[in-house]
């Protein structure tokens, strides 16, 4: 099994107000200015925050906690979680599961329906054959990777959202949430910054980023997407979306891979072969009102590719940005507007 762990594609640029004022208000404005940062390492990444007022660092805090909750609920490696333990009853019975976890996992069923099975929650047993990101990441076998595969459906995943109950009907079946987790992380995260009351801040984790409030001089918040192109060690950017709320998450080529023979593969597995992704695309980023979407959406759409990606994305209400090996950006129509190519070796496509 692997630690799936995915270098932070995002870069974050946050625009501070300017204030020429005296006394107690520009105390009041100093103050709500200077924000609480924190980088911490939970969901097998890091997590960066980075939240403004009073209480702020509160704020951070009571977040971090919950993102490591979240872990211990849905994460396979778990012992306890209600993953391991779904997957541990895989087979026989349904078994009881946080209201949360239940939730999560029928959002997982929804995207999983309507992608046709591009994302699929059931990928563990051929996920855990390469080991991305792991101590010994490989090219499986065709014979394991087709045996394995079999077991890799989400229609036999079933989730009972009013009783708390889940079960997989099949022996050597499991579910891997590596592909929503990270977006739920966020969720959780900006509910903690409300909860106590920041003023604004963002939320990095992975390749998922999440925003909340405004700042004081209304200006947006500017979302970097990473140039695929360049290394983790001098991350760039190619472009950025700029936005009032909401989340943003990314899945790229560049953030597990290995070489074999000449051959690079990457973690974006096709549920239906079992194998890397490989449509000409290296990156889709999604912008929606909720942080689990836009993960479960970056995945599906990246294996869909970006005509059948961008059908999904306005059955969701959700918006776009896929990048292909040719440099060619396109975006969905609710966001060109909104989005901004910044480094001049890429355009947009047509």
Not at 277 to 284: A, P, R
Request: glycine share 10%; hydrophobic share 35%.
């Amino acid at each position: 099994m692997h630690n799936k762990k995915k270098i932070i594609p995002v870069l974050i640029l946050l625009l501070c107000a300017a204030a020429v004022l005296t006394g107690y208000r520009w105390h009041q404005v100093k103050q709500e200015s200077t924000p609480y940062e924190s980088t911490d390492f939970a969901m097998g990444t890091y997590i960066q925050q980075t939240v403004y007022g009073k209480k702020g660092e509160a704020a951070a805090k009571s977040a971090l906690s919950k993102i490591t909750g979240l872990e211990d609920r849905i994460s396979w490696r778990m012992d306890s979680s209600d993953v391991a333990r779904l997957n541990e009853a895989a087979g026989t019975d349904w078994i009881s599961i946080s209201p949360e976890t239940a939730s999560i996992l029928a959002m997982s069923l929804d995207v999983a329906q309507k992608s046709d099975g591009a994302y699929d929650p059931t990928i563990l047993p051929v996920s855990s054959l390469w080991d991305f990101g792991g101590q010994n990441q490989h090219l499986p076998p065709k014979a394991e990777i087709e045996k394995f595969d079999a077991y890799v459906n989400y229609q036999n995943l079933r989730v009972d959202v009013k009783n708390f109950t889940a079960s997989l009907k099949m022996h050597y079946m499991g579910i891997d949430l590596g592909g929503i987790g990270k977006g739920a992380a966020c969720d959780d995260a900006i509910t903690a910054y409300r909860n106590a009351g920041a003023g604004y801040g963002i939320i990095a984790v992975g390749g998922s980023v999440g925003v909340y409030g405004s700042k004081p001089d209304g200006s947006l918040w500017h979302i970097s997407i990473r140039d695929p192109a360049t290394k983790d060690s001098s991350a760039g950017s190619m472009g950025q979306i700029n936005l009032t709320s909401g989340f943003v998450s990314t899945s790229g080529t560049y953030e597990q891979k290995f070489t074999k023979d000449g051959v690079t593969y990457h973690h974006l597995l096709n549920p239906k072969t079992g194998y890397p992704e490989n449509n000409s695309l290296v990156s889709v980023t999604v912008k929606a009102d909720n942080g689990a979407l836009t993960d479960a959406l970056s995945t599906a759409c990246f294996v869909l590719g970006t005509e059948k990606g961008e059908k999904l994305l306005s059955a969701y209400h959700a918006e776009g940005v896929f990048i292909n090996t040719k440099n060619q950006v396109t975006v969905t129509k609710g966001l060109k507007s909104s989005f901004q190519i910044t480094n001049s070796k890429y355009s947009f496509a047509g």
